[in-house]
């Protein structure tokens, strides 16, 4: 016997979606940079780094790497987290966002403490996740 849940999206689950979109905005300005920075440095495909402590390239490159890195987790987080509380996770989700815009412009610059704050919204994320497992898990929905 084949059983299926239908799970009953609320109309505020939009917001979600385009916070979504907003966290690829700011991954497609990271990547942009990382080409104008690999343009400007000389540094060819298929290197990664530079590989020299001092290099401007190897930071813009770095940001981006860690972005991509933490955003599985990130969109994961969002949308289950947003199927109980879509509009504080979307609000959660802006706000890991800016933290990821503001982390990205101090890395940069050699600071990438700058944009640490976005961090709480992930938080809060995971918190929102696990509250939508405890929901489901005690009343089925």
């Keep these: 016997m084949t059983s ?27 990547a942009l940079k990382v080409g104008s920075a690999r343009k400007e440095h000389g540094i060819k495909y298929p290197l990664l780094y530079e ?13 981006h790497q ?9 969109l994961l987080f969002l949308f289950i987290g947003g199927l109980s509380l879509p509009l504080s ?15 990205a412009k101090g890395y940069y ?6 944009g640490l704050w976005g961090l709480y919204g992930l938080f809060y994320l995971i918190g929102a996740t696990v509250f939508t497992a405890y929901k489901t898990f005690t009343t089925g929905v």
């Design 51 to 63: 590989n020299v402590v001092t290099s401007k390239f190897d930071l813009v490159q770095r940001a």
């Design 109 to 114: 610059g050699g600071n990438p403490h700058k």
């Design 66 to 74: 860690n972005s991509l890195e933490w955003n599985t987790s990130f």
């Design 4 to 30: 299926a849940a239908v799970i009953g999206l609320s109309p505020h689950y939009a917001t979600v979606i385009l916070t979504a979109v907003g966290n690829w905005l700011v991954l497609m300005w990271m």
């Design 89 to 103: 996770c979307a609000a959660a989700g802006t706000v890991y966002n800016a933290g990821r815009y503001f982390y």
